[in-house]
């Protein structure tokens, strides 16, 4: 891109919490990731390992690729994001760290003060009417300026349209609190989150690339230049640190301010919803400090997680170092996944091959929960089932029988998912998010009952209709589209199993998986570090690249390829090279190559 910084910032602004439920905002750059790593007491080879697994939209402007970069005092190995000319998450030779989204509440939406035409009649006292009308054309001037601000400052874009590139221009006003924008009858919203006017965020990861030792890593971190995810730490020293990352406002009010946002409603103490634009400066005024971050050094357990959670399910039993936060702080539920990890690691002494494998677990924890509750619906409900669609019964068969693995050759998650679908569709909620479905089939209410049961029947009709039969294999409906490949995709975003797949859209007779591994590596900490990786989109966005594809098969395959770390190893493996002074050591060749020239040539091993 011709803006680094620009796309930087984009992505971690994509991040920030919008407090408007209804209105829209472009989807973040991720809403999910996997990480984990295990102290040397609790694996096999008695060494520290760490597993990184950033997930991303197929087709989104913000996709992960792997990068092994030089400079200095840094040597680091990970995933990069397209067009950010540095290792986001990764390991140097002494230790990683791997991020994962959070949902921190490090942004607020305020109401600007606007003068309203109840403010100005509430201006107009007659008992001083030279008073009055100054206070009204005061009032009245400050709605016009920002009005006229707000529609006078805009930016161009363009539209293709059949007449040819046609200019249109979009507001973009930045005031003290962030960017304004408009919400119906003329309401304007100013928009603050924390680390919007920072830009040394790249320069913190180089910190954290160079960084040698866990007192060096954290010191990188507090130069809180990057605004949320969780943060995992590993080395090869045996430490292991987390931290729930977040630059907010600590929200604190003076007593008066508090006790006038009491009186007006429960709503004006919800952080979730505008607030009124004069608090901002008692609530902005100091930032959390990163020292008192949730975080947690070395914990009992023997491990750390972050697969969708708060910070207290980061691992067994945590002690944080901080003991407490408020509860407007983290937003983030404790995913099946989440729950899921935290099983497997808990379960005694771990190899390294067991990492790889578990990049790949297809159990749908969620599933294992929500069925029963569906088929205890059915038996609740015999009169529904009977005069419902005739192929509900053999729906919900499916179900009984299915072991809740998202397989390719899964019957019952083809299924599941259809269910699932329709059950968001029927739920009544707006964007419905799987915390809200799960909510509504735990409370098992005759309204939850009817919404569960028309939903299983709407699925059992559309598979009907659209493959004149319910058993239809999940690799059948569920496809993966890169180049030249159209394949059958393991791994689902309903029923939660850690091999996330995600989908947005139907197309007759199939899904297409849109969503979910950007990146995966396992990496084990000795001297030198070992690693395996995935990089499923390979390292090209050019369909025309021999890259484009390359690496897609491994992830059908469920596999996991070495990478090469240490000097030798790339100058042994390394098939082509590119500078002024190429070094080369070819397999099967005593000793090496080197080619110089005075200016910068690419050299080819055939």
Known sequence: PWDVLALWHAFLMSMAPFDLPDGYRRPRASDTGNAWALAPHRTEEGKTVL???PHQYHDGPFRWY??????????VAGAALMGIPLVIQGHNGFLGWAFTPNDADFADIFEEQCATSEDTRAAADPRNPTAAAAQAAAAFTQEQWLMLKYFAESVP???????GMQERRVPAVITARGPLFERGTRRIFSWRIGGYRDFGGLFQLYEMACARNLQSFQNALLMHQIPCFHVLYADREGNLFYCYNAKAGDRNMPEPALMERLEKGAD??????PAPAHVEAMTWANLIPPAMLPHLVNPPSGFIQACGNPPQGATDDP?????DWPAWFAGDYDSYRARRMRQLLRAGKRSFRDSHAMLFDVVAPAALDMVPILLRMAELRPDFVQASHPDLVTGLDILQTWNAVADANAVGMTYYHLWWTMLAARSGF????????????????PMAQEVALHAAADAARFMRNEFQSLSVPWGDLHRIHRGEHDEAMSGARAGEPLFLSGVQSYEPGRVRASYGYGFAMAVQFGDPP???????????????SPHFADQLPLMLEKRLKRTRYTPDAVWRYARRARGRRIVLHPLGVEGAITATAPQVFEARLN
Do not use: C
Request: net charge negative; charged share 20%; no cysteine.
């Open 66 to 75: 792997e990068a092994h970069l030089v400079l200095g005092d840094m040597d």
């Open 268 to 273: 004006y103490l919800d952080w979730k919803h």
């Open 319 to 323: 002690v944080f170092t901080v003991p």
């Open 157 to 163: 874009f363009y539209v293709r349209t059949p007449q």
């Open 51 to 53: 597993v990184i697994n």
């Open 530 to 544: 070992e690693a395996v990786s995935l990089a499923p989109f390979g390292a090209s966005s050019r369909p025309e």
């Open 430 to 445: 707006i964007r419905p998010r799987d915390p809200q479905l799960y909510g509504l089939m735990h409370s098992n209410t």
